[in-house]
Nanobody, 121 residues
Framework: QVQLVESGGGWVQPGGSLTLTCAVS????????MGWYRQAPGEQRQWVAT???????NYADSVKGRFAISRNSAGNMISLQMNSLKPEDTAVYYC???????????????WGQGTQVTVSS
């Protein structure tokens, strides 16, 4: 059974930094892509950043230049380095992984349980 486990959330003052980590286990195939989404209270979940299997990454405009996504060499763990955090970055952050369940199949989206990030003074 595929599992995604996030860690690294917490409270930080504006301008501070946090690093989120997501580890995937139980997968037969390497993820086609892994990334992060976030959901603030009363709002819809929004995409933050993605890294595909080839190593290319993309970011939402709201975090570009402040956040950086990285991956370990095995391809089963990603991190999100968040710098210059703002109060509007406050949200529950969810790890996402697109993983094929069998060879040639369309990747299926798996989600972590979420980790709270709070930016306030």
């Amino acid at each position: 059974q595929v599992q995604l486990v996030e860690s690294g959330g917490g409270w930080v003052q504006p301008g501070g930094s946090l690093t989120l980590t997501c580890a995937v286990s139980g997968n037969r195939f390497n993820p086609a892509a892994m990334g992060w989404y976030r959901q603030a209270p009363g709002e819809q979940r929004q995409w933050v950043a993605t890294m595909v299997s080839g190593g290319a990454s993309n970011y939402a405009d709201s975090v570009k230049g402040r956040f950086a996504i990285s991956r370990n060499s095995a391809g089963n763990m990603i991190s999100l380095q968040m710098n210059s955090l703002k109060p509007e970055d406050t949200a529950v952050y969810y790890c996402n992984a697109a993983i094929r369940r069998r060879s040639g199949a369309t990747p299926y989206d798996y989600w972590g349980q979420g980790t709270q990030v709070t930016v306030s003074s």
